[in-house]
C-alpha cells in the first residue's frame, strides 16, 4: 500500500529542529499561557441573551411556560427570573430533548454535553462556560495538528498554535456558553483527520475522520459545508500528488463511505429539523432585515481585525489598518503555500465567506454583522498568516526575511496578549451583541431608589433573554413587570425610575401621563422614565419590595 511521507520543510529553509530548544520552548510557553487563560474568569464577562436561552433549554423549560410566567402582570424579583437558568428536579432529559428540539436550527451536542456538565458543583453559567473553554483549550493542539498534516514539521505549526491561542476572537467564544468553540474543534479535527487519512488509508485514520464528521454535524449545521469543502479538497490533494486512477477511486470511495455513514447517523437531526421548518424559518427571520454596503464592509473589516487585536469593546477605525498587511499575507500564501494546504485553507474562506457575505449582497441580510457564522473563514486566515509568519521563520538565521518574521509574530502575539487582558478586565464586549449595554442598564436601574423594568412580550424571545440577561445584575430590590398584551396594561404605582424593554405602543400608552421614556445607553430596546413623585399617578402607592 503506498504511504507517501508527510510534507516536509521547503528545501534550504530551517526545521523545527534546526530551531533549536530555545524556539519550542517559547512557543510552548506562550502556547500554555494563553491557552490557560481561557480556563479563568469564567463568571465576569456579562451574560448575553443567547447564552440565556442555552441554559433555559439544558434544563428543559418550555418556551411558553416561561413565557407565561415572566409576561404575567406580576411584580417578580430578579431571582424569579433567575430560576430558569437553574435545574429543576422536575424536569428530566426528556424535557431538555424537547426543548431542544423546539430549536432546530441548533443542533443538539454541545447542549447535552452542557446538560452533564451543569451537574457540577459549579454555578451553570460557569460550567457552560467552562465546557467551552475545555473546547477552545483543545483547538489549539488541534491546529497543530492540522498545519502539521498540512504543511509538514517547521515553524508553520507553532506559529499557527500561537496565533489561535493569542487571539481575542478565539478567547471570546472559547468563554461562551454557546456551541462555536466546540464547532471549530470538529472542524480542525476532522480537517487534519481527512489528510491523515487520504496520506496513509488506514482503517483506524477513517474512523476518526468519520466520527469527527459525525460530530461536527451535531454541533452546527453549517459544519454540513466542510463535506464538500473536503470532498474538493481531496480531489486537489490527489491531482496535486499524481495518484493514478485507480488510486483515486479507491480513497473517494472510502471518503464517500465514511460521509454516507456520517450523514446517515445525522439524519435523525435532519428530520427534526425538516418537521420544524416553520420554527427555522421564524427564528432565523432576522436574518434577512436589510443592512447597507458600507456597514457590511465595516462588518469584516472589524472581523478580521478582531482575529488578531482587539483593545475595546467597540470598533476602533485604526483597526483597519491591519488589512493592508493581511492582504499582502493572503496574497503571499495564495502565490506560495503547498498546492495541498493552500486548497483546504483557501476553499474553508470562499465556502463560508460566500455562505455568509453572499446572501447579504444578494438578497439582502444581516448576517455579516456577526461574526460567529464566519468563524471558519476568519480561522482559515489566522492560518494562512500562520503560514507566511513562519514560512519567514524558517529562512536562514540572519536573513532579513527571518527577522521579519520573527517581529511580525512578536507584533501580534504583544496585540494578542493586550487584547486577552482587557478582555479578562472588563464585564461586557462586542460579542455580547444587543446585550452589550446591558451592564449599564443595570446600573442604572441599580441606582433608582424604587426602580420598576418593564416589558412587553414578544414572540421572538428577545425580551425574554433581555430580561433574564439583565437579572444577573440587579439588585434584589429591583421589581420586574412583564406586560402580558391581553389588554390595557394597568401599571404598579409606587416606583420612581421605570426601565423599559422594547415597549408596545399601549405600554407607552398607558405610560403616557408620568412623561416620555428616552433611550439609555444608546440601545435600541431600552427606555429609562424617572417618574415625577414617585409613580403615585396611576393609583395608590404599592410596597415595592413585594415580589413573587
Given amino acids: ?54 441554559l433555559i433549554r439544558v434544563f428543559g423549560y418550555a418556551q411558553a411556560e416561561t413565557l407565561s410566567h415572566i409576561f404575567s402582570e406580576t411584580l417578580l424579583t430578579p431571582a424569579d427570573l433567575l430560576r430558569y437558568q437553574m435545574p429543576d428536579p422536575s424536569l428530566t432529559w426528556a424535557d431538555a430533548m424537547a426543548a431542544f428540539a423546539s430549536h432546530p436550527e441548533h ?38 495538528w492540522l498545519m502539521r498534516e498540512l504543511f509538514g514539521r517547521g515553524p508553520v505549526p507553532w506559529v499557527a498554535a500561537i496565533l489561535v491561542a493569542c487571539s481575542p476572537l478565539q478567547l471570546l467564544y472559547a468563554q461562551e456558553a454557546r456551541q462555536y468553540a466546540l464547532w471549530m474543534l470538529m472542524l480542525v479535527v476532522s480537517s487534519a483527520a481527512l489528510v491523515r487519512a487520504l496520506r496513509h488509508d488506514r482503517r483506524g485514520d477513517w474512523w476518526i475522520y468519520g466520527i469527527s464528521v459525525v460530530l461536527g454535524c451535531y454541533t452546527h449545521l453549517l459544519f454540513l459545508l466542510m463535506i464538500p469543502v473536503h470532498g474538493l479538497f481531496g480531489l486537489a490533494d490527489q491531482i496535486q500528488a499524481r495518484r493514478p486512477i485507480s488510486r483515486v477511486k479507491v480513497l473517494a470511495i472510502r471518503w464517500s463511505v465514511s460521509v454516507l455513514a456520517a450523514v446517515s447517523l445525522f439524519s435523525p437531526w435532519l428530520w ?19 443592512i447597507g454596503l458600507t456597514d457590511i464592509l465595516a462588518a469584516w473589516s472589524d472581523h478580521l481585525a478582531a482575529a488578531f487585536v482587539d483593545l475595546s469593546p467597540g470598533a476602533e477605525p485604526w483597526w483597519g489598518l491591519l488589512l493592508m498587511p493581511l492582504i499582502w499575507a493572503l496574497w503571499r500564501f495564495l502565490r506560495l503555500a503547498p498546492r495541498s494546504g493552500m486548497w483546504m485553507l483557501l476553499l474553508t474562506l470562499v465556502v463560508y465567506v460566500g455562505v455568509v457575505l453572499g446572501p447579504d449582497l444578494l438578497l439582502g441580510g444581516s448576517r455579516s454583522l456577526h461574526v460567529r457564522y464566519a468563524l471558519p473563514a476568519i480561522l482559515a486566515v489566522q492560518l494562512m498568516v500562520a503560514w507566511v509568519i513562519g514560512q519567514l521563520i524558517a529562512e536562514p538565521s540572519g536573513s532579513r526575511s527571518r527577522r521579519v518574521g520573527v517581529i511580525a509574530l512578536a507584533v501580534l502575539v504583544v496585540l494578542g496578549a493586550l487584547s486577552e487582558s482587557r478582555i479578562m478586565l472588563a464585564s461586557t464586549w462586542s460579542n455580547k451583541n444587543f446585550s452589550a449595554s446591558n451592564l449599564e442598564v443595570a446600573e442604572a436601574a441599580n441606582a433608582g431608589g ?11 424571545g428577545i425580551a425574554t433573554g433581555e430580561l433574564i440577561s439583565l437579572a444577573y445584575r440587579l439588585q434584589p430590590q429591583v421589581r420586574i413587570w412583564g406586560d402580558s398584551s391581553d389588554a390595557p396594561p394597568v401599571i404598579p404605582p409606587g416606583f420612581d425610575r421605570m426601565i423599559l424593554l422594547s415597549p408596545s405602543e399601549a405600554l407607552l400608552s398607558a405610560l403616557g401621563p408620568l412623561g416620555t421614556p428616552i433611550p439609555l445607553a444608546g440601545t435600541w430596546q431600552w427606555f429609562i422614565l424617572d417618574v415625577p413623585g414617585g409613580g403615585s399617578k396611576p393609583g395608590g402607592a404599592i410596597d415595592s419590595s413585594q415580589g413573587t
Fill in 272 to 290: 427534526v429539523l425538516a418537521r420544524g421548518q416553520e420554527r427555522v424559518d421564524q427564528f432565523t427571520a432576522w436574518m434577512t432585515r436589510p
Fill in 1 to 54: 500500500m503506498e504511504r507517501p511521507s508527510a510534507p516536509t520543510a521547503v528545501a534550504g529553509r530551517t526545521s523545527a529542529a534546526d530551531l533549536g530548544v530555545s524556539f519550542h520552548l517559547i512557543a510552548g510557553a506562550i502556547v500554555l499561557v494563553a491557552a490557560s487563560v481561557r480556563l479563568f474568569g469564567l463568571d465576569h464577562l456579562l451574560v448575553w441573551h443567547d447564552e440565556v436561552f442555552t
Fill in 107 to 144: 443542533a443538539p451536542l454541545y447542549y447535552i454535553l452542557t446538560r452533564l456538565a451543569t451537574g457540577l458543583p459549579v454555578e451553570p453559567i460557569v460550567a457552560a462556560r467552562g465546557l467551552s473553554a475545555l473546547f477552545g483549550v483543545l483547538l489549539i493542539p488541534a491546529i497543530y
Fill in 450 to 460: 424604587r426602580t420598576l423594568v418593564l416589558a412587553s412580550a414578544s414572540r421572538s
